[in-house]
């Protein structure tokens, strides 16, 4: 430093230091600052979650006059609805109104996909046990409930089809088109291949259960305004389906999401329904009214993620490589379509997982069943996909006595070679899996480690211990193109703070932190100087889902360029005032350093508002190169793929079935990660997601359709006595991505979930040892204990099977 001066800059006080030349730019690559995008820094909600002041929609002040909704439920799968009383329920203390389908004044319609097969409250027939068919409105959420009960339907059954053996062999109709993806002749490819197997597996589906349920709160205002506050991953989608519901513009409703305690896709479309009834009760009454479902009720009514039937043919070598696949990808949808097309769609593009087909057929069955329609999860479909591709390598690695990691590295795709081609005509340009499984190998000792278990099997009777390293190669980007763009709204203020909008929504994930240290980058800010605003539809409209890991690549682009904006007008003005070259214009930690006098960031932002500079802009983006046409097969759907591996080791206890991870390694590509604490703890989080849906989650429904497992007496999710007693989980270095995506960072909320595979995989070899590895277990999922001891005795049948045909 030199020294220091004061200068009256368009009637404001600034003052200014003159320092040494910096080697600093406005255009972004400035040294980067403590906190800043690219480094670690806290959530920006943290203090409030572990403090409780964190506010969530129950959390909320109660509007004077507050009235509570409870629905009504369904106690049959597939009915005709033949009467109605509900006059004991009108009657109950505290009830203000009952809601059936008869009072909607609009659509009675909430389908996402506009299909139309999805109403609000079900008419003349139910399609699911736990189908909301009315709702009541009371002064206590507890006279509610009591008065729900009262009611009385009368039901004529109808035939229910209930899983996917019933759906296809009543010859079911599907909820979306079957879809196809291709590359040569796959019956042929197979029939001349050296080696063939055919098989087939089911995987579980799995519950949200997020922290927080579904809820929502609607004041009405005048002229038909309407406000909601919405626990819901889609604000724009819940504004639309509210204006259907209520026949209103969409100008008069605003949806607003400061914060959602857990959504993993559960609050992508299965919010709608929660928000459509309070706003219909707000507006039929004219008094602010919320929802808060039970949780028992939360389980029963919203959809889960779909379970799979797969089967499949590989053709392959005795070196383990790769001829043909034919695979089909059947899933349970429930009773209408939601999201299932493209679920299924996701599947079919993910049942390659980092694996080059030469010739290939893959093809989808979304079934209807009389079931809760299935909806988004973490992954979308990709993770039941991965599982098919991992069950065609373990089926060749038992086949051919291979280790399944060298199957692995001899199938992955090659970039920039004819193994680089997706089934559905994508080239795979930074193929990096054979590379991450080889580096993970080695730093967990894998092959060592695999002997010394083979040992260790050979002398214990009861205890099997197993080991496996598996790859996840994930596409990023919505597959309806449509839905990758993004908005986002940015204020400076005259004090120099900032304040940041755009639509995405924070469910835990820390995409509002990462918004905020975009915004420090930019203007070389500390974190106390810049605020995140509730995701509101008032500010941003026309948002994406915050799904698809694409929050922020899609929003913290459109924050970067609303900043950019700003900041280039400011550049321009500061140039211009102190008539310097505007690439002499750059933010520093100290401030903006205009050649060689610095001045104080809110200084510079007075001059720039007394000269009627504009310090507010907003922002949009939209995923660039991507193309998708459903009716071919083919196209661009993804932007990039995300990388990693997992390797898991277990110990089963084959008198049992129960199973312990004793240790799990994790590399994972999160690009040039914008903040490393928040990626890592997304990383752990998705793998015990991951291993609880291949493990210990079991969803479980009677013959009459009827979800058993419907609470966490029921349910059981992993705890804290499940993680593994070893967990090392670490980013890969050095590792940009190629793509222009926000500072070259890469998607990081569904890719790692598939790292649970590993634990399921790991579990299939230690009970291989049962049969000294000759056979492959074909382990389905979710291996709880019972399903375990199973595979167990299946698999001693075959040793000693195996035994007496030696003997003899």
């Known amino acids: 430093m030199v020294g220091l001066s004061t200068e009256v800059i368009d009637g404001t006080t600034a003052e200014a230091t003159a320092l040494d030349s910096r080697t600093a730019s406005h255009d972004g690559t400035l040294k980067l600052v403590e906190g800043s995008a690219s480094q670690s820094q806290r959530h920006e909600s943290s203090i409030l979650h572990v403090s409780g002041g964190a506010a969530y929609i129950d959390d909320l002040p109660e509007p004077k006059g ?42 009675n319609d909430v389908s996402p996909v506009g299909k139309h097969d999805e109403p609000l409250l079900a008419e003349d027939i139910v399609s699911y046990y736990g189908q909301m068919i009315f709702a009541v409105v009371a002064e206590t959420r507890a006279q509610a409930r009591a008065a729900v009960r009262l009611a009385k339907i009368e039901y004529e059954d109808l035939p229910a089809i209930l899983d996917i053996a019933q759906s296809r062999a009543a010859g079911s109709p599907l909820v979306w088109r079957s879809l196809t993806m291709s590359r040569g002749d796959a019956e042929a490819a197979l029939s001349r291949a050296p080696r063939r197997i055919s098989g087939s597996l089911s995987v579980g589906g799995q519950e949200h259960f997020y922290l927080e349920g579904q809820a929502a709160m609607a004041v009405p205002g005048e002229e038909g305004e309407m406000r909601i506050w919405s626990s819901t991953q889609h604000p724009t989608e819940t504004q639309l389906m509210v204006t259907h519901v209520l026949n209103c513009p969409g100008a008069l409703v605003t949806v607003e999401v400061r914060r959602m305690g857990g959504g993993f896709g559960g609050k992508e479309t299965q919010a709608n329904g929660p928000a459509c009834l309070a706003a219909l009760a707000a507006s039929l009454t004219g008094q602010a009214t919320k929802l808060r479902l039970d949780r028992d009720d939360d389980m029963v009514i919203t959809g889960k993620r779909h379970d799979f039937v797969i089967d499949y043919d590989v053709g392959f070598d005795d070196d383990g490589r790769i001829y043909a696949v034919d695979m089909v990808l059947a899933a349970r ?17 993910h049942a390659d997982n980092a694996y080059y087909y030469p010739t290939v057929r893959l093809r989808s069955e979304p079934l209807k069943t009389n079931t809760q329609s299935n909806t988004a999860y973490r992954g979308f479909g990709g993770p039941q996909g991965i599982v098919g591709a991992e069950r065609l390598i373990e089926e060749i690695a038992y086949a051919t006595g291979l280790d399944p990691l060298d199957v692995r590295l001899r199938n992955t795709y090659e970039t920039g070679t004819p193994r680089d081609l997706t089934p559905y005509h994508m080239n795979v340009e930074d193929s990096i899996a054979a590379d991450i499984m080889k580096t993970l190998a080695e730093d967990c000792d894998y092959k060592d480690r695999r002997k010394a278990i083979r040992a260790f099997n050979g002398k214990s009777h009861f205890i099997r211990r197993g080991i496996a390293l598996l790859p996840v190669k994930f596409g990023i980007a919505f597959t309806a193109t449509h839905y990758n763009q993004a908005g986002a709204l940015v204020h400076i203020y005259t004090d120099g703070s900032v304040q940041v909008n755009h639509g995405g929504c924070e469910m835990g994930q820390g995409l509002h932190t990462k918004m905020v240290q975009i915004v420090m980058r930019e203007f070389a800010l500390e ?66 350093l205009a050649g060689k006098i610095l001045i104080p960031f809110p200084d510079l932002i007075k001059a720039a508002y007394f000269a009627r500079i ?53 590399l994972h590509d999160a690009g040039q990660s914008l903040n490393p604490a928040i990626d890592i703890g997304q990383v752990e989080g998705a793998f015990v997601q991951g ?86 277990p074909r ?21 000693s099977g195996r035994a007496a045909a030696g003997t003899a």
Request: proline share 6%; charged share 20%; glycine share 6%.
């Open 691 to 776: 291993a609880g849906w291949l493990t210990t989650e079991e969803l479980v429904w009677d013959a009459s359709g009827r979800l058993r497992t419907h609470a966490p007496s029921t349910y059981k999710i992993p705890g804290c006595s499940d993680r593994p007693r070893i967990f090392n989980v670490r980013l890969l270095d050095n590792a940009p991505n190629q793509e222009e995506t926000i500072f070259r960072s890469k998607a990081v909320g569904e890719p790692p979930f598939v790292h649970g595979l590993s634990v399921l995989h790991a579990i299939s070899d230690a009970l291989a040892s049962l049969d000294d590895y000759h056979t492959c």
């Open 66 to 107: 507050l009235l509570h909704l409870v629905p009504g439920l369904s106690t049959k799968a597939h009915a005709r609805i033949l009467a109605m009383d509900m006059e004991a329920v009108r009657a109950a203390p505290g009830v203000v109104l009952v809601l059936t389908a008869e009072d909607i004044p609009g659509h």
């Open 527 to 592: 974190a106390d100087r810049v605020r995140i605003t509730a995701t509101n539809t008032g500010k941003v409209p026309n948002t994406s889902a915050t799904a698809a890991s694409s929050g922020a690549d899609l929003n913290g682009m459109a924050v970067l360029d609303a900043v950019r904006k700003i900041k280039t007008r400011l550049v321009i003005f500061a140039a211009e005032h102190w008539s310097i070259p505007q690439e002499q214009i750059s933010f520093t930690p100290e401030g903006v």
């Open 333 to 349: 949808c429930g009773w209408s379509a939601d999201l299932s097309g493209p679920v299924t769609d996701r599947a079919l593009f």
């Open 779 to 799: 382990l389905d999922a979710p291996a709880t204990p019972e399903t375990i001891l199973r595979c167990a005795s299946r698999l001693r049948a075959e040793a």
């Open 614 to 666: 504009s310090l507010s802009s907003n922002g949009f983006y939209k995923t660039p190169k991507i193309h998708w046409n459903p009716d071919t097969g083919r196209g661009r759907p993804f932007l990039y793929f995300a990388y990693g591996a997992s390797c898991s080791e277990v110990a089963v206890d084959t008198l049992t079935g129960e199973m312990r991870i004793e240790r799990v390694d994790i």
